[in-house]
């Protein structure tokens, strides 16, 4: 049965990126291709996926399996170090939409900025090229941290997507603070917690009874509330069901700043100027 349709955030340059997606990693070809299918039958329609996962041939084949319109859908990926620069991005670009089975993109993102190359800057510029070119919809960035965001907007370019680390463990409030300032959108990679007893953690555990959810639909309930995109992996159709059926009941402000309460800070997030590929 396919849920409510996700609401969506309007971006600068005009596309509508649903609140609620699919994350595909790290899902293999075969595992992302009926997962992918299963989820736009389920009514996503945000699809999230990456260079680095070695899966995009996969979830190009899931699109194509469910027999969706194009331009019904939001297909999202990212690219790695290697392809840091103006004709690095294009190359990106080209081996993804390749492997996609698609002539455009509506959200490439830098996936990390590797500081110690200097370079994730002029990648960003490369994707505003494409964008101006109508190969791609929308400017985006993944785990930058604000002295990163900086240093792009120095160069004239405000990306419309900043994808980071974020549930309610690692609330991140500084960063979409800056996000907020600058009209960047805030999406959440793993916003279910990494590896952690979230789920299983009060007061989420009495919200879910309180409104007969599952625990995981209250917390993506959280992020989308506070207008941040979340993206959760699952390749269950019983569990890709739950997490869009979220759009029927809505958390009070107080039962917000409960769930926000359990921040434990940044001590667990990964550090960006230091990891990256």
Do not use: C
């Amino acid at each position: 049965m396919i849920s409510k349709p996700a609401p969506t955030v309007p971006l600068r340059n005009g596309a509508d990126l649903p609140l609620l997606g699919l994350g595909t990693w790290p899902l293999n070809d075969a595992e992302a291709a009926d997962t992918v299918a299963t989820a736009i039958d389920a009514g996503y329609r945000l699809i999230d996926t990456a260079e680095n996962y070695r899966n995009e041939a996969g979830v190009g084949e899931g699109i194509h399996r469910s027999g969706i319109e194009r331009n019904e859908l939001f297909l999202t990926t990212k690219f790695n170090k290697e392809w840091h620069g103006h004709d690095g991005a294009r190359r990106a670009f080209s081996n993804s939409s390749r492997l996609l089975g698609v002539d455009y993109i509506d959200l490439l993102l830098v996936h990390w900025p590797n500081p110690d190359e200097g370079r994730y800057v002029e990648a960003v510029e490369g994707i505003a090229a494409l964008v101006d070119e109508g190969l791609v919809r929308a400017v985006g960035t993944s785990n930058f941290k604000p002295s990163h965001l900086q240093r792009v907007l120095d160069a004239g370019v405000i990306p419309e997507v900043n994808q980071i680390q974020l549930d309610p463990r690692r609330t991140r409030q500084d960063v979409r603070a800056f996000h907020a300032r600058h009209s960047i959108v805030t999406e959440a990679w793993s916003p279910l917690g990494p590896r952690s007893n979230l789920l299983e953690m009060p007061p989420i555990t009495s919200l879910a009874e309180q409104y007969g959810k599952f625990p995981a639909q209250i917390v993506l309930r959280w992020h989308v509330q506070q207008g941040v995109v979340a993206i959760p992996k699952s390749s269950h159709p019983g569990r890709l069901s739950q997490n869009i059926d979220i759009f029927d009941f809505e958390l009070t402000p107080r039962e917000l700043d409960s769930i926000s309460a359990l921040d434990t800070g940044e001590s667990e997030i990964t550090d960006s100027d230091i990891f990256g590929h």
